[in-house]
Each structure stands twice: as structure tokens, then as C-alpha cells.
Nanobody
Framework: QVQLVESGGGLVQAGGSLRLSCTAS????????MGWFRQAPGQEREFVAA????????YYADSVKGRFTISRHNAKKMVYLQMNSLKPEDTAVYSC?????????????????WGQGTQVTVSS
């Protein structure tokens, strides 16, 4: 069992930066690949970024590539999403998720565990 808690969301002006954190519980965190997804009002959940359990592989949505960076610290059981050059269209609830799988990390149904999410609002 893994429990996930996100933090670091908030209100930021366009062009600004935020760093989201996801804290995990459970003894086998290192066995999980982790992902970040977002959902804006009236929109479907959207893949943002993912990182394999070894941090050897990272994946990004085209819309955030070059602006967002996903990383993890296995000893601290944390995953981070550094978001730079934020745009109003990045406004959404951001959630982290965990899976034991290594494939299809951009697909929400791949994941077994989800956090409650943290709101990110980017003003123009």
C-alpha cells in the first residue's frame, strides 16, 4: 500500500515557477514508477510527466517538455515536479500517482495509487 500527498501548489504569474512535491508512505517506494497528471475544470485528466523507479527514464508530455522537470529522491520517498515558464493553460489540479509497472506510464489507468492533488493557478 502506498499513500501519496502532494504539496507546493499555489497562485503564480505567467512566466513564474513552482515546485510540486509528492510525499509517499510505504516501505517499497523504490519499486514504484511515479507520474504527475493534471486535470483542469471540465477537462479529462492529462499526463504531465513520469519517472521510472530507478530514475533512469523520464517521460514528458509535449506541452511541458523543456519547461517541467520530474525527479525523485528514493531515500526521502519523494517525487518532485519543477515547473518553469508557467503559462495560464498550465492551470489545473496536479496529482501524483504510483505504479509498479514500467510501461505506458502516460496512461492514467496504469497507476494503482493516487494522491488528492494540489491546485496550481497561473494568472496572465
Amino acid at each position: 500500500q502506498v499513500q501519496l500527498v502532494e504539496s507546493g501548489g499555489g497562485l503564480v504569474q505567467a512566466g513564474g515557477s513552482l515546485r510540486l512535491s509528492c510525499t509517499a508512505s510505504g516501505r517499497t517506494f523504490i519499486s514504484y514508477s511515479m507520474g504527475w497528471f493534471r486535470q483542469a475544470p471540465g477537462q479529462e485528466r492529462e499526463f504531465v510527466a513520469a519517472i521510472s523507479w530507478s530514475a533512469g527514464n523520464t517521460y514528458y508530455a509535449d506541452s511541458v517538455k523543456g519547461r517541467f522537470t520530474i525527479s525523485r529522491h528514493n531515500a526521502k520517498k519523494m517525487v518532485y515536479l519543477q515547473m518553469n515558464s508557467l503559462k495560464p493553460e498550465d492551470t489545473a489540479v496536479y496529482s501524483c500517482a504510483a505504479t509498479t509497472l514500467l510501461e505506458r506510464l502516460w496512461v492514467p489507468t496504469t497507476y494503482d495509487y493516487w494522491g488528492q492533488g494540489t491546485q496550481v493557478t497561473v494568472s496572465s
